[in-house]
């Protein structure tokens, strides 16, 4: 059966597997630890933690490898763009690198470690913070991966802090490497807004595996409401109540983006920022219609099959309603009572037939009379 | 069954097959792109891009097909009004034509190009535009078609993209035409306002065929709930469902019309807009009413079904919970055991018939007095 | 069964007679038509257009029937109050001599011939139009009739246009015949609120028989919950649910005229409209609250019927359960075998049937113990 | 059964008694009355109008039974502060002579004498209404009443109008009388808010019996779903649909007596009303609770009874399934044809047997394996 | 079975236990009382009320264990930081100690002692108030305790009041205790926040076991829908209820103390009280997204449930279809009439018994081909 749509999924079906993203990624893990102490919450996903470096402007593009944040400090006030990818972590020591070099609040590093944060933006004098949720869906496997991206926006240098490797950000690197597009032309909050806008692209991505999903559901239940059908549903259902919670949060993210009077927005980005905006209100209005149409799916599922037990239950009460008097007519003749006039006439026997063929007859007139079936 | 209203619907009634405005319209779908390339995402509907060129003032109408854009950068600055129609989206290099001669965005080309926006209007310098769904019942077929019309107003013209042939604006064509009503009197906007008009009075004629559906349903679980009905009810709602995603941006787009500051919208016009943003508060309330109406069918078609189901199996335990036991009397004498005396006895049996009877009366009044029957 | 609330409840009583408020009068049916021109649009319920008038000041009444527009022309810029009431509405030529006559806007004169419109006020320069639905409760028939009423206020005379003859404003006549309360000493705009504050009343009068429906319904669930009650219950909740829609943008209309900063409505009227508007309000709360109500007894119901077909196969289960064992040890020994030694033992007989009761006994004590009954 | 909770609740105890909070409580009933006409509309619940007057100050407080309204004249410019309490709204010359001679707007006697009235706060020129339902509970009869008070709040004097006599205002008689707490010391606002006080802390009475009748269901549930229960919480459910129509509005009396930049609200008082204000919150927010928990309280109920049922099926299945093939097989050897040459064989019998046993324990371990029990 | 995550869900489990959060923990229960009246409404929690006393600023802690209020008051006007920890409500002279000695409102010292109270934040002249309510979750026993702590904000004191000892501020007095974060160089202001984090970050305990516990729910509901599990997930919806009643006035006092201009709460406080209200909203979305994750297990459930009891039922049907026809015709042939010339035939027997198998047969075979299982 070919759903292996996401690895929850796949264990609705293919067996009694736990679903795989734990409800408790929806909660920052942290209590009675002081605020402000850099601690990673979260699972670690990496071995090493890799920084990658590019820096561009309108003529040239420079990639490399950093080895630790002191690596990256030149960047810090050329007057290239830098987008500093930080890949990992568990480093903690390597976040506070970055943080003291280029002067991040303690309560930033540990919304960045932090992985059950909640999407949002802040802004501090200096620079701005957008931590949002990467959805990424991985087609070898057919697994959907939550991760947290946290990015920091400076005049003259972009920071992106991912859990491990592998995101959705290729096109971007594309763009910026090939020099298409208009991104090498602009600025840092443009970079910003594209990276955005990569993360709010891949949840439509991952809405049309739902749809599909949901559509090859609908046909099932149509065709043949098999029970397993609850399963997979209810599966569905529950993948989108925590999508809604990872995406719904970015709709202020863009607003408030938008909005932001900061000078690290320019107004020319801020009409992308606003189409971004709109591409999320159609990604949450389709979450919240997906969602109607589940629920929609689990009570036709529930009609359909209990519409089909009802014929199946209308089976066995004609043929018992049917049979078990004329059983009782044939018991009463199977009595061993001496004194039985009845027995011992010629035509008794077929006059005992007949009456029980015109009783199971009179019966199924009245059945079909009254619609029974 | 004269049940044709729509190919989903007829799907649900005469088999399985499977829905047709898929989910994935809901989306679109550019993942991965540079924003602001200009790529046509949606089907191709039409062979060939046609221009269709409306000139007209008070006193003189002309009609004419364009080849190109260029064709028809004499309106740009001519004094009537013309109303330039583009039937076909794959030609993207005639809408960058357009983009280029008529000075529009590229984001406004790229969101006329993807066919999955949600309706919006958007203000510029020099134009505006307003995207909507088009949803037309095409009589012949039976046919639902979903569209999308993006309309640009500037001054001196107003171009519309369609993608396909065919649309809900032949009375307003008619109307230019033979010079009925006043649109020959007013400006641009008031042909806009036309336009939207006659899109949102189509809503109505799909809204009454939904009404006259809503209606045959009802009647029919009234008399006879059949289980296929609860198919036709799910197909009827998800259809609602979709119909509402595609209506309820339009009062949004229509509030910012009328509120719009800009110069291009007349205060004239502004009185008619109203009108249609009542129309189109009407349209979304009816829609409401329906899916409450739809849901209150499910929900009535399943207490129907059950209430039937549960006639039947009363006649199931009546009968048979009159007859089990009268059938355990006659096998108890129907026993081969030798020492049995009832069984030489000469009143035997009719005094068994007999208990048979009256237990069998007693269990009737037993049930009549619980009011099981 | 005294349950002649109204037609459409009738229905759902006495048999399966089709609805008699269509879906359809929920919408406004002018699609394709040039926006502005006249036509009415509804059903033509009377045969001619009949044209009351009523001329007061404090001192004296004059009434009398006019036959045509012109005929009303002179109390257009007399100094006492005149109210002109319009019923029947497709005689299309004579709407369009009052708008012509009293200098009404062509989309007015549109909106009192569309019989489909919403609930409504909107301020002119010289006039106020209010559209209004009136719920009558006729009690002879005990049906139902919506019928739209549109009211022009300006500064001297008072226009009311109405579907057909009958409606009920008598109390409103009366009260101007009689020079009973204030309405004979105030202007044309208390007038209007007289007017509207009946068309609220009878919206009581109507919720008066929902409530007593409702009660009796219930009463009836808790007595025998019988199948036909989903009917009836469906159909009131139905009827609510079109109230609603009529009844809702009544608030809107009323909270609108009281905000009003025109020079019509005086502020000592204000203090009634005030009055008039909480009425709404609680008229509104009251279906919303018997909405809840209707869908609490739907739930009821289905809960009820579900616990005593509960109850009925109850007794089917025990019953089979007890003897289909017993008939089986019954049938073991009608077996026909030559060979079964038990049948030639004096004691088996009664041996027998007595390890059947201690069976049939054994089980009535476990179901006992388990509360089966 | 200790459930004397209310009538309405005892009504689905004891018996199939009609609710008697009827559904007409919440509609004001004086359709086709001119507006401003004084008409009681209400049951008449006292013989005699009773009016109480107590007259204090920080020294001293007089009490007395006044017989007309001209008696309380006196009060209406005293110093002291005078509570004159009317018990009794028939006497409708009463309260138009309470209008007359303290100066009260004909609509306010409207309000003060139409006990279907939503509770509100108006403020007129020289006085200050506020409208509320007290709801009791008598301890001895186990009965709810619902009854309306206006508070009418002047400088010098407080009128509060009830519908008989017996009310929740005892702890403030005994707090004037005693001189306890400040209600002696602070002006006649201190003493409107001590009496809606009053009315406040009473709804927290009820909810205290519905809590405590919740939780008995609750548990009943959950020991043995009984389908009385279903009778009892639907009530329940009813009841607190009623209560919240009552007490909703008080949220906004609260809010704007305490926002009233009237003279006659001091400051102080504010501060209390703010406390009255939050307890209103704290009522109204325990009702949704109430309410949210009567809901799942249905559901669950309706799943335990569901549950038992199918424990019940289960049984019957088992049974059936096992026997019904092994009564068959005993049939086969009961039919009387001459030539079945099984019947003869010496080991025929006990075969059969074993077969039967083989069978029946076959199934057993089938359904074992399946997880039927 | 490993469920032992509170009293009332354990209640759930192991047996019919009542429910140990009772509502009326809902409602404040001082009905009939003066307001400002000093009453301790809860239960009584401990022996002697303690107060205990942390007194440091950036270079030195002491502590001490104060026998009265008076002992206390040299703190009042103290440079150092002093934390006043109350624990114990019922000594009502002590709270009034501190009434009287720190100079607080008589409402604040009635809001301290009732421990119905709705979390809130209060600002007077010289002091802030904030109430709030402590879920803490007991490692050992496995219970939840409901608790009201009261914090009173002054500019050189923070006093709080708890019900019992043993709470959740441990890890605050540890960091004051060895100078860890920045607790001890800061003010009173960032104390009071600590400890309202700390509340909050238990609120994530809590939910981090409702979390597992509806995990486990879903697991089993997967595997084996067990009709205990109905109970259990009652059980765990009602307590989310719950707290979402506690937790839910949260977002209020936290935004509200954000948003303070008081001099009590210095700029740099606000950052963190930032981001404690971002938590809050954390959990309260997290118990909105269990809570509909609850009712949708309860769905799931039950339509589990209702699946398997369907394959039960089919079973039965089927084996009861097949056998109770053939039963008859075997019963036909056991009766004993003396005319059946079928009897005699020698290849009546095998004919019989051919047709009864060609019956099962072509029953299997339809019922396959209707797809019955």
């Not at 102490?37 to 490898?65: A, C, N, P, T, W």
């Not at 913070?129 to 869906?137: A, R, T």
């Not at 900061?262 to 992308?272: C, D, I, K, V």
């Not at 209308?314 to 009782?328: G, R």
Request: proline fraction near 4%; glycine fraction near 8%.
């Amino acid at each position: 059966m070919p759903f292996p749509f996401n690895p929850v999924i796949r264990a609705g079906i293919h067996g009694k597997v736990k679903a795989m993203i734990p409800f408790k990624r929806l909660l920052s893990g942290k209590a009675g630890l002081s605020p402000g102490s850099l601690v990673h919450v979260g699972d670690r996903k990496v071995d090493r933690v890799r920084i990658h470096v590019i820096d561009y402007d309108k003529d040239s593009v420079k990639e490399r490898e950093a080895e630790s944040p002191s690596d990256c400090e030149e960047y810090k006030t050329s007057r290239s763009i830098t987008w500093i990818d930080v890949k990992g972590l568990h480093g903690v020591e390597i976040i506070q690198g970055f943080g003291e070099r280029f002067g991040l609040h303690p309560l930033v590093l540990e919304d960045i470690l932090n992985t059950g944060q909640r999407p949002k933006t802040e802004e501090f004098e200096k620079y701005l913070l957008v931590i949002c949720k990467m959805l990424s869906y991985e087609q070898e496997t057919g697994e959907v991966g939550m991760e947290q991206v946290s990015i920091v926006l400076a005049p003259s240098f972009v920071i992106t802090f991912q859990e491990k490797e592998g995101d959705v950000f290729d096109p971007v690197r594309d763009r910026i490497r090939k020099g298409r597009g208009r991104i090498r032309k602009m600025g840092e909050d443009y970079l910003v807004y594209a990276l955005l806008d990569a993360v709010v692209d891949n949840y439509f991505v991952l809405l049309d595996k739902v749809g599909t999903s949901l559509e090859d559901l609908e046909e099932e239940i149509m065709g043949n409401p098999r029970p397993d059908i609850l399963d997979r549903t209810h599966v569905l259902k529950r993948e989108l109540i925590l999508m809604r919670r990872s995406i719904w949060p970015m709709r202020e993210v863009l607003s408030n983006l938008q909005r932001e009077e900061s000078s690290l927005m320019t107004e020319h980005t801020g009409l992308f920022l606003r189409d971004a905006y709109e591409h999320t209100i159609q990604v949450i209005e389709t979450v919240e219609t997906f969602n109607d149409m589940a629920s929609g799916l689990m009570d036709y599922h529930m009609s359909a099959v209990n519409n089909r037990m009802n014929e199946v239950m209308k089976v066995l009460t004609i043929v018992a309603t049917i049979f078990i008097p004329l059983t009782f007519i044939a018991g009463i003749y199977g009595m061993n009572f001496e004194h039985m006039p009845e027995l011992a006439w010629a035509w008794a026997y077929p006059a005992v037939v007949g009456v029980m063929g015109v009783l199971a007859g009179g019966m199924i007139v009245w059945f079909k009379h009254n619609r029974f079936f």
